[in-house]
């Protein structure tokens, strides 16, 4: 087939093979700049047709064609045209390597590569590096995950349901087709067109869509694992982040699902990457973005135009840099982050450490829903306040910030602080504007009735008009918390635990709240409060439980922020 002419000297040759080391091959689009060869190299390894390009976000291929570089968009093992079983995570590595051990003989390319792309074309740059190829120079993974089990699928133990569901769907419906499987695919079809709605069935392991024996089973595994095994091991980049020696420019949305894989992976980076060199070459771009699109929407808010940040020109500052000695990167930030509030970038030279900043829970018993008496305050209790109560339903699970299709962005939690089913700590208006950099955690003193339990913890700003502004979330299951120590019913217990991170400006006036559940459903799978795994459970077996939170002397149950600077109360 000819080279197919996209304008401006630019050209384009399609069905590319690279045969691999076990005879699998694996085909790729290439794209060349106008002129004479060779030059240096992009590559995306991407699981969702090569055609596509992730230009859901990116500029096309040709935009960087145009710009002196020859890009390569292969798609990965099992999918499209390339060969083999997909299996998510499993060859990425291997088949990361070789392919670029076989682009660097490649005509078009001057023996200088580096690979971008986001969410799997993220971890499949991760992956690769960790092979350490040589001519692979940087990568630029973004909204992805180097751990997989903590920063894709489980959060403290609980699953993310809505995305690990919704993405397996996504990805066995070309299996189905693959493999001709009618049924199976009109099925996956039908789901899809509904997406939304899926998690929803229970028991969820059994789910029509994914429980056909004819399908890969890589959707039911996520689901059977749900500690940090040796199947996770495997796929565990950050087990090994080590072997990784070059630089990375990392991007996380502060809305993102995999907005704390991001950040995980940046500072794993940062901290133990394989050379000095490639631990000071880290750098990262947090925005208040949603995993696609990355602008100034996300939820109910518009965050002006400044949140429109064209990432197309700093991802080619970053490759003319390391790729063409153009020194183009040379003085930006190490931490480009937008905080929320003020609604604007801010930069810093390291992502903050842990602060013991604390506000404490207090209340007179009756915390439940912003109707009720708590508060959050800098002075810990020194009596024995009255605990709070509220009752866990699973059948009737308090809802995900983002409501019960488990969207995206800052929504407005006012509604959903009603429900007596959760419990509300409000703080006094702030005397000072204050931001809030880094990740907050939660010291929680409870009891349950149920031997198994989960809490959740949400941060919300309370905005001078009275709207309850989500920020950030966190839970913990107690077979993940306490698997080390026996978890008793009645007992009470100290939960520690982090929430996802995020940067926001408190305002003068505005108030900080905090919100203490059980659930957020369908953002994370319901606990049954039982034994029964909760992938197998259904109303037959879950059970209520009630839920006690202390606040007192002995037991002072606090969230701890990063504050920077001056308490704002």
Known sequence: M?????GGGVRLERGVECRLSDGVVLVSDHYYPPGEGPWPTLLMRQPYGRDIASTVVYAHPIWFARHGYHVAIQDVRGRGDSGGEFYPFRNEARDGAETIAWLRNHAACNGRIGMYGFSYQGATQLLAAAGQPEGLLCIAPHMTAANPYHGWFYHHGALRLSSA??????????DARRRGLREASDRLEAAWSNIRAQSGHVPYASHPAIADPELPGYVRDWFSHREPDEYWSQLDISARIERISIPALHIAGWFDTYLEGSIAGYLALRHRA???????????IAGPWVHIPWGDRAGEDDFGEIANLDTDPLLLSWFNHWLKDAGEFHGEPRIRYFARGANEWRIAAEWPQEVEFALYLRSQGNANSRKGDGRLSTDPPIVD??????????????????GPQALGGSFDQSALELGNNLLVFTSPPATRAAEVFGQPRIRLFASTSGAHADFTAKVVRVTASGRAEFVCIGIARSSWLFRDNAYGADEIHEWQFTLEPCAFVLGTGERLRLEIASSAFPLYDRNPSTAVPPQLADNWNWARSTQQVFHSASHPSALCLPITGDSPW
């Open 385 to 402: 306040e009255p605990r709070d109560v509220f009752v866990y339903d699973p059948e009737v699970p308090v809802l995900a910030p983002g």
């Open 2 to 6: 000819g080279l197919i002419d996209c």
């Open 274 to 284: 394989g050379s000095d060199f490639a631990r000071n070459h880290q750098y990262l």
């Open 165 to 174: 569901l919704g993405w397996g769907i996504q990805m066995l419906r070309e």
